[in-house]
């Protein structure tokens, strides 16, 4: 029950303190352990002008276990898995790092603050970030194509993302780890 009111008390700072281009809402609203996170491209960064999904899954020993967050847009990222599953490797939602005061406030701060600051030297995409390090030109342009295929539609959470190209993107339930 602890958990709940935690979770439900973290729901409401996060709706209303929302970082910069972030909306959320509940999946469900009989559950609040699944969150839909609506994230616009900081405009600072190659994926400016994009809306992108995310699923925030909170495990039932939230807070002692870290929530697992994923991308449901495909995004071209050094720290998000290339594929329909959207894994993201974030440093602060490693088993190892995960605190129980942590809150998810800062976890989707640390999200979007990911997409202005890439880190290259803890990936998920060995070769985006190579790519990132030895050709900068080269990752921008896929970074941005990515964007205008997959970013610039519908956020939907079904597993499907509608852009464009009607190009499909999932997110699941996979660890958020890298």
Request: aromatic fraction near 8%; include cysteine.
């Amino acid at each position: 029950m602890a958990s709940q009111k935690r979770i439900a008390k973290e729901f409401a700072d996060c709706t209303n303190n929302a970082p910069a281009g972030m909306s959320i809402a509940l999946a469900n609203d009989s559950d609040v352990h699944k969150w839909h996170v609506t994230l616009d491209g900081p405009a600072e960064s190659v994926y400016s002008g994009g809306k992108f999904g995310l699923v925030v899954t909170l495990p039932p020993e939230y807070p002692f276990k870290a929530p697992v967050v994923t991308f449901a847009t495909r995004i071209y990222h050094p720290n998000v898995t290339n594929d329909n599953v959207g894994s993201i490797c974030l440093g602060l939602l490693k088993p190892e790092n995960w605190k129980p005061a942590s809150k998810l406030l800062g976890v989707l701060e640390a999200v979007r603050l990911l997409l202005v600051e890439p880190q290259p030297d803890d990936p998920l995409e060995s070769r985006i970030a190579d790519e990132y390090r030895r050709d900068r030109a080269e990752f921008d342009k896929n970074a941005r194509a990515y964007v205008q295929r997959y970013a610039k539609g519908l956020v939907k959470f079904d597993g499907t993302n509608v852009g464009p190209d009607a190009g499909a993107a999932g997110g699941s339930g996979k660890r958020s780890t890298g």
